[in-house]
């Protein structure tokens, strides 16, 4: 049974760096494709990165491509997301999801994909 635990939030100012975390339980997360979401307040819960579980495919939202980063570390059951040149409009709750994959290739963009969710963390930017 994995279960996702994310960490490294904070408040910061705009264009400072963050690295988030994303540890998992379980020996079977190597299977898992991993994907970042965010939620600002009275917004949906949209997709920033997904990982697939070689780590070889990466995906990104349109407003964080070129600033963030998602890479997974296979000895650590870590996935990371860092966080560059931040700005306020990144401010949200970050959440991390997983879904078991077909193929080491394989990755997931859609909410609605993913079944495990660690209980997020959050990340405030201030101008």
């Known amino acids: 049974q994995v279960q996702l635990v994310e960490s490294g939030g904070g408040l910061v100012q705009a264009g400072d760096s963050l690295r988030l975390s994303c540890a998992a339980s379980?020996?079977?997360?190597?299977?898992?494709?991993v994907g970042w979401f965010r939620q600002a307040p009275g917004q949906e819960r949209e997709f920033v990165a997904a990982?697939?579980?070689?780590?070889?495919?990466?995906n990104y939202a349109g407003s964080v491509k070129g600033r963030f980063t998602i890479s997974r570390d296979s000895t650590k059951n870590t996935v990371y997301l860092q966080m560059n040149s931040l700005k306020r409009e990144d401010t949200a709750v970050y959440y991390c999801?997983?879904?078991?994959?077909?193929?080491?290739?394989?990755?997931?963009?859609?909410?609605?994909?993913?079944?495990?969710w660690g209980q997020g963390t959050q990340v405030t930017v201030s101008s």
């Open positions: 999801a997983a879904v078991r994959a077909l193929s080491s290739q394989q990755l997931f963009t859609s909410r609605g994909e993913y079944v495990k």
């Open positions: 990982i697939s579980t070689s780590g070889g495919s990466t």
């Open positions: 379980g020996r079977t997360f190597k299977d898992y494709a």
